[in-house]
């Protein structure tokens, strides 16, 4: 039911900046405009302001124009101010209008969405353990190491090695132990995509009513154990309760310093990757930070 008012609020402004678009080019070639509504259907309430008829209709689903002369007439003749009485390149201009607004609704909203408001990004920039004798594991990564730096550009967080490692051909990576010990590897363009994110066990955000939050899991809890099994990372936290739908498990977890225990049925849901196979969720997320993105 959500999706579908989204839909529909986001149909509805589209259309909203469509024809305001269309408006705004008609009084600027000085082509009379009548009505312009918000919604359609019968007039709840209307205002007229320089000649303009501004109105409020029943229907709350986006707008329209009414302009002067958009309607054929049989003798062919029209007033100057009227859109069937203007050259072709003046209409044409107003007709362009509309999505050449919608144009520069989406550029401002991704200044918004990028710029301002930003993408979340893992929060991480710890590499998580390889596959022993692995390709990773022969250039002495262990996992736990921190990504400091490629190709002399810093990291902050994973978002910035998705970034750098984006780039094609071999990378140099400097690292650094728990130790403050720093060395270098030299990363080959075929190993770029076998490299993870080391993540915690933490409950960055906990989904209400899902089987987390039932238990008693709130945002920011790390989760310690499940059955016998020291969790260590978030991988190994999701491959278990993937593993488990429907499955009653014992969890345990740190709220707020203090040890806590509690039972847990992941819900099945199936899996986007193959779609067919059901995987457990129980409605955490992983820990993310938000990055504001360069526009330029």
Excluded: C
């Excluded at 070639?29 to 919604?39: A, C, E, K, M, Y």
């Excluded at 090695?161 to 990363?187: N, P, Q, Y």
């Excluded at 899902?210 to 936290?237: F, H, Y």
């Amino acid at each position: 039911m959500m999706t579908i008012v989204l839909t529909l609020l986001i149909l509805s402004v589209l259309i909203f900046v469509h024809e305001f678009g269309h408006m705004l080019a008609a009084l600027l070639v000085r082509v009379r405009v009548l009505r312009f509504s918000i919604g359609f259907g019968p007039i709840l309430a209307s205002k007229v302001i320089k000649g303009i008829e501004f109105a409020l209709s029943a229907v709350p689903f986006g707008g329209y124009v009414n302009l002067a002369g958009s309607e054929p007439k049989e003798s062919g003749e029209y007033a100057p101010d009227e859109f069937l009485g203007q050259p072709v390149r003046k209409r044409i201009f107003i007709i362009l209008a509309g999505p050449f607004a919608n144009l520069i609704l989406g550029f401002f909203l991704f200044l918004f969405v990028y710029g301002i408001y930003g993408q979340q990004v893992t929060a991480t920039r710890r590499i998580a353990k390889p596959k022993e004798g692995g390709q990773l594991y022969q250039l002495g990564i262990r996992g736990g190491e921190e990504i400091i730096a490629i190709d002399g550009h810093p990291v902050h967080h994973w978002g910035d090695v998705i970034d750098l490692l984006s780039e094609k051909g071999r990378h140099r990576m400097k690292l650094v132990r728990e130790l403050a010990d720093t060395f270098e590897v030299v990363l080959p363009e075929t190993l770029t995509d076998t490299i993870y994110p080391l993540i915690p066990p933490v409950a960055w955000k906990v989904v209400k009513g899902m089987p987390a939050w039932n238990a008693g899991l709130r945002d920011g809890d790390t989760i310690v154990m499940i059955d016998s099994v020291k969790i260590e990372e978030w991988e190994q936290l999701l491959e278990i309760i993937s593993a488990h739908p429907e499955e009653t498990l014992t969890i345990k977890w740190i709220h707020d310093g203090k040890l806590r225990e509690g039972k847990i049925v992941p819900i099945a849901q199936v899996d986007v990757s193959d779609g067919e196979r059901k995987v457990g969720r129980i409605g955490i997320i992983a820990p993310l930070i938000r990055q504001r993105m360069p526009i330029w």
